[in-house]
């Protein structure tokens, strides 16, 4: 029955209540992953437009996140308003698709007026701190969360571990 439910069948259905609600993220999550897949993307877009997702709600989707492309969860990343939603969007895109969150990081680090590279940056795993380090370095403007975030990780960053310490000092100065 599901595979012959329509796009606006099945957000009509979510709008009335009948398929995702008050059953809690947990079993929304159970419930979207029995869509066909062509309803998986529209469903997860509406359910975290319908309501203000935690970043909770996040892992218990990951998932049927991590099923999607890297434009979809982008989109989906930039269309939430909540910091740490972001982060936990940001840290599936590193695992699904790292060279794309890359392309992302460092577009946002170069914007000094944007305030997603924080969330970029705060997630970037180890391997690909130097990249990110870099583009960090190449601005003029230095953020306020910068130094903190790079005296914390400069004993763990691997080959960017000299260059988070200096980021680290030269804020000291």
């Known amino acids: ?3 012959n439910l329509s796009v606006p ?3 009509t259905a979510m709008g009335e209540g009948g398929l995702l609600k008050d059953h809690g993220v947990r079993q929304d999550a159970e419930r979207l992953a029995l869509l066909p897949d062509r309803l998986v993307e529209p469903a997860l877009r509406a359910w975290l437009g319908s309501s203000a997702p935690r970043w909770t709600d996040v892992l218990h989707l990951e998932a049927l996140l991590s099923a999607r492309d890297a434009d979809t969860l982008l989109e989906m990343l930039r269309a939430v308003t909540d910091s740490s939603v972001k982060r936990e969007l940001a840290v599936i895109v590193w695992r699904v698709a790292p060279e794309r969150a890359v392309e992302e990081a460092v577009a946002a680090i170069a914007d000094v007026g944007t305030a997603a590279a924080e969330h970029w ?4 795993p180890r391997a690909h701190l130097p990249r990110i380090v870099a583009a960090l370095q190449a601005r003029d403007e230095r ?3 910068l130094a903190p975030w790079a005296g914390r ?3 763990h960053g691997g080959a960017a571990a000299e260059a988070l ?3 680290a000092r030269a804020s000291e100065v």
Do not use: K, S
Not at 121 to 124: D, L, N
């Open 1 to 3: 029955m599901l595979e």
């Open 9 to 11: 069948d099945l957000l």
């Open 121 to 124: 940056v705060r997630v970037t």
């Open 143 to 145: 953020p306020t969360w």
């Open 153 to 155: 990780n400069a004993c």
């Open 165 to 167: 310490f200096a980021l």
